[in-house]
C-alpha cells in the first residue's frame, strides 16, 4: 500500500512539473507579445530597481532558528531581505530598507491577508499573481520548471539584461539572492541560513506537503509553520546546490557574499563573524 501511494505522488510530480513546464513557456509567449502581462507595472517597476544599489551592501536574513542566538537589533539601519512570514523582523529593521520576498504558494495560502496588506517593497513571483489583490507587491518573471538533474541547475538572473528572469532554487533565499545582484549590491553577507531541517513525526502528510500540528521547530519563530500551517518537505541537499551554484555566479560578477550567521551548513560561502560586519 505504501509502496503505491509513492508511485502515485511521483506520478502526480511528474505530471505537475510538466504542467508547471507548459505554463512558462505560455507565459514567456504572452510576456514576449504584450508588457501589461505583470501586475502592477511590475515590468517598469522592477526595472527602476537595476543597480540602484551599486556598491553598498545587504543582508540576506533566512528564518533559521539561529537568528535567536544573534542580536538582529544591528540590523536596524542595513539594506535587508526578508522572507515570507517574518514579519516581526519588519519591526526591527528600517521600513524603506526592507526587501519582502514570497515564492512559495503554500505560505502565500496561508498568509494572503497579511502578504496583500504588507508595504514598502515586496517582490513576488510571477505564477502566484493571480492570487495577489494589492497594488503594491513587484511581481517578477520567475521560472520554475528547470530540470533538477541538469549540471549547471539552478540557472540565475542575467543582470546585464533590462528585462529579468528569475529562478527557484529550492529555496525563497535563492530568489533573494538574485534580486540583491540585480540591484547591484556589491556585497552580500547571509545569515539564517541553517540548512538543518527536521519533520517532526506529528505532521499530517500529503505527498511533498506537511501540516504542522504543533510549534515549528526549524524556524526562529515557533508559530512560523506551527499548528495547521502547510509547507514542503524540505530538501536540504537540494538547497545546497543552489547555493554553491549561486556562489560561482555572485563570484563572476564580483560580488563578494559571506555567512556571517551561526552554526548551520551553508559552508560554500567564506565565514565572517556578525558583529564584527558592524
Known amino acids: 500500500m505504501k509502496q503505491s501511494i509513492e508511485i502515485y505522488y511521483k506520478i502526480r510530480y511528474w505530471l505537475g512539473k510538466k504542467k508547471k513546464f507548459l505554463s512558462e513557456k505560455f507565459f514567456a509567449l504572452r510576456y514576449f507579445l504584450s ?3 505583470l501586475k502592477n507595472n511590475s515590468r517598469n517597476r522592477l526595472l527602476s530597481f537595476k543597480n540602484l544599489h551599486d556598491g553598498k551592501r ?27 512570514g517574518a514579519y516581526s523582523l519588519r519591526k526591527i529593521i528600517e521600513p524603506k530598507k526592507i526587501f519582502h520576498v514570497v515564492e512559495d504558494r503554500l505560505v502565500l495560502d496561508d498568509n494572503i491577508n497579511e502578504i496583500n496588506s504588507l508595504q ?3 517582490f513576488l513571483p510571477s505564477d502566484l499573481q493571480n492570487k495577489i489583490s494589492s497594488k503594491n ?30 529562478y527557484w532554487g529550492g529555496t525563497v533565499a535563492y530568489f533573494g539572492l538574485q534580486l540583491a545582484a540585480w540591484m547591484g549590491f556589491e556585497k552580500i553577507y547571509i545569515i539564517g541560513v541553517d540548512l538543518t531541517y527536521q519533520i517532526p513525526d506529528s505532521v499530517i502528510r500529503e505527498g511533498s506537503v506537511l501540516e504542522s500540528t504543533e510549534d515549528d521547530v ?16 524540505p530538501n536540504p541537499e537540494r538547497m545546497s546546490k543552489a547555493f554553491e551554484n549561486s556562489a560561482l555566479h555572485l563570484n563572476k560578477l564580483k560580488i563578494d557574499t559571506f555567512n556571517a550567521g551561526v552554526d548551520g551548513n551553508l559552508n560554500c560561502f567564506p565565514r565572517r563573524d556578525f558583529e564584527k560586519c558592524f
Open 58 to 84: 545587504c543582508f540576506i536574513v533566512g528564518n533559521g532558528p539561529s537568528l535567536n542566538k544573534m542580536n538582529l537589533n544591528l540590523l536596524k539601519n542595513e539594506y535587508c531581505f526578508i522572507f515570507n
Open 218 to 233: 526549524n524556524h526562529f519563530e515557533k508559530s512560523y509553520f506551527g499548528k495547521g500551517k502547510k509547507w514542503h518537505v
Open 35 to 37: 508588457e501589461n502581462v
Open 137 to 166: 507587491p513587484i511581481i517578477c518573471n520567475f521560472q520554475r520548471a528547470d530540470e533538477e538533474k541538469s549540471e549547471n541547475w539552478p540557472n540565475f538572473v542575467n543582470c546585464s539584461t533590462d528585462d529579468p528572469v528569475f
Open 120 to 122: 514598502g517593497n515586496v
